[in-house]
Structures are given as C-alpha cells and as structure tokens.
C-alpha cells in the first residue's frame, strides 16, 4: 500500500476551537477582565488587558496578564494535537488570542529589559504564525 503524506511538510496546522460566549461577550463591549474572570482559559481577554495595560505605561502588569495568556493558549494548543512546533495559523480567529498574548509577552518582555525572552517569544511567533508577526508589528 503506498502512502502520498509528505513526510517533508512538517505538522498541520494547529486550529483553536472558539469559545462563542466568551467572544462574544467581548463583541458586545464587556470588560477584558469581567470576561477572563468569567472565561480564564479565554486568551483573547488577556491578551486585550495586555495592550491595554502596556498602552498605559505599565509594562509589568502587561507582562503578566500576557503571560497568563500565553499559558492558558499553550494548554490549549496541546489539547488540539500540537506537539511544540508547527502553524498556528493566524486567520483562524480562535487562533488569535494566543498569537496576539505571545506579542505582547515579547514587547513587555523587551520593555523592562528582559531580551532574551523578548526574543525567544518575537521567534516563537514568526514560526507560529509570520502573518500574526507581520500584522502585530503594524507592517
């Protein structure tokens, strides 16, 4: 029996179930912090109180609201089938949360002088994602 997989092309994308209620809660004006309370697992929410908390100059509570989000979406990632590398696509929406939490890891990473894992995290997203890389970089 002969098998066509290319074996080359490395792992399938990792799609992100959603989490509608949580989203939408979000859509329709919630608070950041009222929704990740309620949906802590919801790396959107924390990725909003991450930009928000950096926009106004508090680059360590924005670090640790990323952070949280990064994990909670590495849960989830592996909970899809991801094995530590491989796409996350960028244009699947439930994807974004997580994508947009490792960005902002990166810039409060870099803001309170933390360059290695400024770093480490701007390269974890361009392997994750170069769209996501490129659009949070506002290019």
């Known amino acids: ?18 989490n509608t209620e949580a989203r939408e809660m979000l859509e329709a004006g919630a608070k950041a912090a009222d929704v990740a309370a309620r949906f802590p697992a919801y790396s959107e929410a924390w990725a909003a109180l991450a930009d928000d ?22 849960d989830q990632l592996r909970r899809a ?5 491989g796409p996350v696509p960028w244009d699947h929406g439930p994807n974004k949360g997580f ?3 490792l960005h902002a890891l990166s810039r ?16 974890f997203l361009r392997d994750s994602s170069a769209d996501a890389a490129r659009e949070l970089a506002g290019h």
């Not at 002969?2 to 179930?17: F, M, R």
């Not at 089938?81 to 590398?85: A, E, F, I, S």
């Not at 409060?108 to 390269?123: F, P, T």
């Open 99 to 101: 994508l947009r939490c």
């Open 108 to 123: 409060a990473a870099q803001a309170i002088g933390e360059k290695d894992e400024a770093e480490r995290c701007a390269q």
């Open 53 to 74: 908390y950096f926009a106004a100059g508090h680059a360590v509570t924005s670090y640790a609201f990323a952070r949280t989000g990064y994990h909670r979406g590495l």
């Open 81 to 85: 089938g991801w094995k530590g590398h």
């Open 1 to 18: 029996m002969e098998s066509h997989e290319n074996l080359l092309a490395g792992p399938p994308p990792t799609l992100l179930p959603d």
